[in-house]
């Protein structure tokens, strides 16, 4: 294909400048639509339609005070305690231990205090002001139901468990975050349904939820779409560098150029940054979720059982349980069995729920050794910018990692310290 303009020129107009954006998840369509609105060229392009990723099926939390790294000094106590538990919050699929070992080793050099305190400097910029966002992007794109920026429940069955999460919430304030303690009285006069166990609970106040996470990457894709952006249905096999420093991108179906690319691809980005020479250690942390279609009692809100690591949250489709671990890698077959688990054990959270599952989902989240996404250029290659890594938070990320693509491909320096988050730091 003849290229369109010149890519030798320094600072090309984003209107003279061509975009290759890889994967239409919630973090790639974020990015594409923050690119179009400011003049780029813009084509998407995805093995699959958009949405249907790992951004399908989580639990649609727009959690802006999840910037600590859920994996710290608690959680790395807990683990035994969890891999004894079939119906534990984390699981470890061990005929696949040996392919993800390496990973996992590393990660276990960041479960520190202060780790998770420059991890939560970093990702602060990332998820606060995500509700606002949203709200704004799907009112323009016309489905203005999809987002609600409401309290998010977060309940406990033991006063222990509240009051850690006290101290832990304390800290998080100092960024902004806004936190109410419910009584029972308060929490029942929220959630009439809620178990008996269930006597403490905060409301998170700032965020919100989306009532169908994959229905909102669509509609955004298609707001890209109208403003004159390109979605390609199309798998990426091979990437390569031009002499003009601009990039083929080789395709199930051909192959296209572009003056430069965002890569977006998930869980599956360290394969295609190997393509342009650059070794990522990205591992994936696999999730689970059921659909009761007919759950027979009200929820109001959507709510967290921080003690099994999931949310029940109320969507379009149904009651939604969303959450947990599995380590696995990429390759693994779904283990169902641990949806089942979330079913069998939201009776206590709801007495009198109908746990029948209509449909069940296992996304893979992204997630480098340190929790931190890769964001910004990419270490070795020029023109290549790197978005993606989000872990348990790549739809709250989404609206800030666009913007600070925008303006990164702009030539303007965002207004927050991109190092943490550089492809070459480990
Ligand atoms: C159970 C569960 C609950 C969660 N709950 C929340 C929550 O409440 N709030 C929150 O903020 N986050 C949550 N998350 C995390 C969030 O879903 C992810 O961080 C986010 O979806 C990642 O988005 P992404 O765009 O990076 O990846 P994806 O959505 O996975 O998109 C990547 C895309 O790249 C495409 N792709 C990959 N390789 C290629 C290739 N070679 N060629 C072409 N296309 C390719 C894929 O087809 C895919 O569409 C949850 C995750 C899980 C699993």
Known sequence: MPLTNSRAQPAPSPADT?????????????????????GFRVTVVDRAPPGEGCSFGNAGILAEWSFVPIFGPDVLKS???????????????????????????????FASVA????????????????????????????????????????VYDSEA???????????????????????RKALSDLEPALGPDFRWAHGLLAGGRTTN?????????????????????????????????GFRIATAGGYFEADRIVLAAGAFSH?????????????????????LADPGVQVNHAIGWKARAFYAS????????????????????????????????????????????????????????????VLG??????????????QHVGLTCGPATGRIIARLMKGETPNLDLSPFRSDRF
């Open 79 to 109: 683990v035994p305690k969890y891999l004894l538990d079939p119906t534990g919050p984390l699981t470890i699929r061990w005929r696949h231990l040996p392919h993800i070992l390496p990973w996992l080793l590393r990660m276990l050099g």
């Open 271 to 291: 394969k295609l940054a190997a393509m342009l020479g650059e070794r990522i250690p990205l591992g994936t942390e696999r999730g689970y979720h059921a659909i």
């Open 115 to 154: 780790h998770q305190r420059r991890a939560a400097e970093a990702m602060h910029h990332l998820t606060m002001g995500c509700s606002e966002a949203y709200e704004a992007l799907a009112a323009e794109a016309g489905a203005p139901e999809l987002v609600r920026r409401e309290r998010i429940l977060q």
């Open 377 to 390: 250029p990419s270490a070795v290659t020029p023109g290549l910018f790197h978005a993606f890594g989000h």
């Open 314 to 373: 109320p969507m379009e489709m149904g009651l939604r349980l969303a959450g947990t671990v599995e380590l696995a890698g990429l390759d693994a077959a779904p283990d169902y069995a641990r949806a089942r688990v979330m079913a069998d054990l939201v009776p206590r959270l709801l007495p009198g729920v109908k746990t029948e599952i209509e449909t069940q989902w296992m996304g893979f989240r992204p997630t480098l050794p340190d929790s931190l996404p």
């Open 213 to 245: 996470p994959g229905r909102l990457t669509k509609v955004l894709a298609e707001a890209f779409v109208k403003r004159g952006g390109t979605l390609k249905r199309d798998e990426v096999r091979g990437l390569g560098r031009l002499a003009d420093g």
């Open 161 to 183: 468990d509240f009051k850690k999460a006290e101290a832990d919430l304390a800290y998080r304030i100092r960024y902004g975050v806004k936190v109410e303690a419910l009584d």
């Open 18 to 38: 061509t975009v290759c954006v890889i994967g239409a998840g919630i973090v790639g369509v974020n990015c594409a639509l923050a690119l179009v609105k400011e």
